[in-house]
Nanobody, 123 residues
Framework: QVQLVESGGGLVQAGGSLRLSCAAS????????MGWFRQAPGKEREFVAT????????YYQDSVKGRFTISRDNAKNTVYLRMNSLKPEDTAVYYC????????????????WGQGTQVTVSS
């Protein structure tokens, strides 16, 4: 099991940027695929981005491609989500999650989750 704690959320104007961080503890972080998901008010949680255990592969939801960048530092047991050109529709609670022996966007395959961090983008 991996314990995950997100940080870096906040209120930002449209067009602005934020960087989310997710610190992991517990089992060997470098063995896990890491993902970011989000849940907007009244909507189901959705996939945002994922990064393989080595950091060599990344995959994004179409709506964030070119604006968001996922990265990881295995020496620091941390995964990041850099969000640029933010839009009001990016407003949501953002969660990081860990998956073992899986790489992809299916949230059911992610076993460990953080508590979430709120991102609010004002127009």
């Amino acid at each position: 099991q991996v314990q995950l704690v997100e940080s870096g959320g906040g209120l930002v104007q449209a067009g602005g940027s934020l960087r989310l961080s997710c610190a992991a503890s517990g089992r060997t972080f470098s063995l896990y695929t890491m993902g970011w998901f989000r849940q907007a008010p009244g909507k189901e949680r959705e996939f945002v981005a994922t990064i393989s255990w080595s950091g060599g592969s990344t995959y994004y939801q179409d709506s964030v491609k070119g604006r968001f960048t996922i990265s990881r530092d295995n020496a620091k047991n941390t995964v990041y989500l850099r969000m640029n050109s933010l839009k009001p529709e990016d407003t949501a609670v953002y969660y990081c999650a860990a998956a073992f022996s899986y790489y992809g966007s299916d949230e059911k395959k992610y076993n460990d989750w953080g508590q979430g961090t709120q991102v609010t983008v004002s127009s």
